[in-house]
């Protein structure tokens, strides 16, 4: 195995980011919406503040052919959202898909059985981006005596155009959200298969488990051809795998035994330098295709930092006879050098990737989806070929789940 991957010159062509429930829902009958998708008229959806809008037709979209577009003449604006009858003292979900630079949030303003109003209630801000759709979301519990409602939608640091739609409302469950820190716990993945580890031993990582890149002894090329991927820099030690880079440019790199098509897949992480000076390493975590076949087979970096940086990324490879597609995810701020637990779900209706139980990227492009199995790597990677910063890619376990 190889794995030695080219750097990233493509930008994402499409981009999904999800937050709280999946793209995609908003025509399920149990949507409290009217006109979810604007799919005749612009019916409930207008115009507050910022811009001029209309309904117009939109593509790659994975449920609808409409949108409400704001032309923006300013960089904060709002969209009215069809009104919603509520009952006092129940909880609503309350989403969008929107697409537009900045950030976005949901809010809802709250009316009496006269018409009187009674308040507002504003959702949390997320980032959102001008190439692809992300979903803006917020639960809202009516207050008393409520018994109708306004959803609106509101964007800040945007410039151009702003699209939004599929309206999503539904009646949220009494439980409360997931509070689990693992993907695994929070939606039921089940037992851990056998290919999983836990590193609670000492010395080279089990090789019934682990392909190491260079041999448990040797060295091989590193990262298209920078510097070397050695055994040596692959050890388990005090409950962990610790992966280090080194300033001479030996990195580190191991390929899960076990393959699978679609499968869920979790690794607890931190990302820490040794100090000194020189070009930051690159940890990332991988599902690779079996084949080893690249670009055709698919490529799925469900996490990849250089050292020192404060977001995690995901880059989602299709499988292409072509230059390089893929697209492109980034989590919030992130203290990288603390333990984390990022996850990734391939499924044929998605990619969805998992910040300590939490997801934070789904990927519903159908053009996405590897033609084989895959299995998981860990590696810390040279991209420069030059003088490098040491640094350490720890593991606390990675486990591996069917699905």
Not at 21 to 45: F, K, M, Q
Request: proline share 7%.
């Amino acid at each position: 195995m190889t794995n030695a991957h080219p750097r990233r010159w493509v930008v994402a062509l499409a981009t999904l980011t999800l937050l709280g429930s999946t793209v995609g829902s908003a025509e399920a009958a149990d949507n409290l919406a009217p006109n979810p998708v604007l799919a005749s008229t612009a019916t409930g959806w207008g115009t507050m503040s910022g811009g001029t809008g209309a309904r117009v037709a939109i593509s790659g979209h994975p449920i609808a052919s409409y949108a409400y577009q704001v032309t923006l003449s300013s960089g904060t604006a709002g969209i009215y959202l069809p009104q919603l009858p509520v009952a006092g003292g129940t909880k609503y979900t309350v989403a969008v898909d929107a697409k537009t630079s900045g950030s976005a949030r949901m809010q809802m303003d709250w009316y009496g059985a006269n018409g009187s109003y009674l308040g507002s209630t504003e959702g949390p801000s997320v980032a959102t981006n001008a190439t692809g759709w992300t979903k803006v979301s917020a639960q809202f519990t009516a207050p008393a005596g409520a018994t109708n409602s306004h959803p609106l939608t509101y964007i800040a640091g945007g410039s151009g155009q702003w699209q939004t739609t599929a309206a999503d409302y539904r009646v949220a469950g009494d439980d409360p959200p997931p509070t689990g820190s693992t993907a695994a716990e929070n939606f039921h993945w089940g037992t851990p298969l056998p290919a999983s580890d836990e590193f609670n031993y000492t010395g080279a990582p089990d090789q019934s488990k682990w392909g190491i890149y260079g041999g448990a002894n040797g060295c091989g090329p590193g990262h298209a051809g920078n510097g070397q991927r050695c055994g040596y820099t692959n050890t388990v030690q005090s409950g962990y795998l610790r992966q280090t880079g080194y300033a001479n440019g030996d990195s580190a790199g191991l390929a899960s035994q076990f393959g699978q098509k679609y499968g869920r897949w979790e690794v607890r992480a931190r990302v820490q330098s040794a100090g000194g000076s020189g070009a930051p390493y690159h940890p990332v975590l991988i599902t690779w295709p079996d084949s080893d076949q690249w670009p055709q087979g698919g490529e799925y970096d469900y996490f990849e930092v250089n050292v020192g940086e404060t977001r995690a990324t995901a880059f989602m490879h299709h499988p292409t006879n072509g230059p390089v597609v893929q697209d492109e995810y980034h989590s919030g701020g992130l203290d990288l050098a603390q333990w984390h637990n990022y996850g990734f779900e391939w499924a044929p209706d998605g990619l969805t990737g998992y910040i300590d139980g939490q997801p934070w990227f789904h990927d519903t492009d159908p053009a996405v989806q590897a033609p084989g199995p895959m299995h998981q790597t860990i590696q810390l990677d040279n991209f420069c070929g030059c003088s490098m910063q040491k640094a350490y890619f720890d593991v606390d376990w990675a486990r591996v789940y069917s699905r």
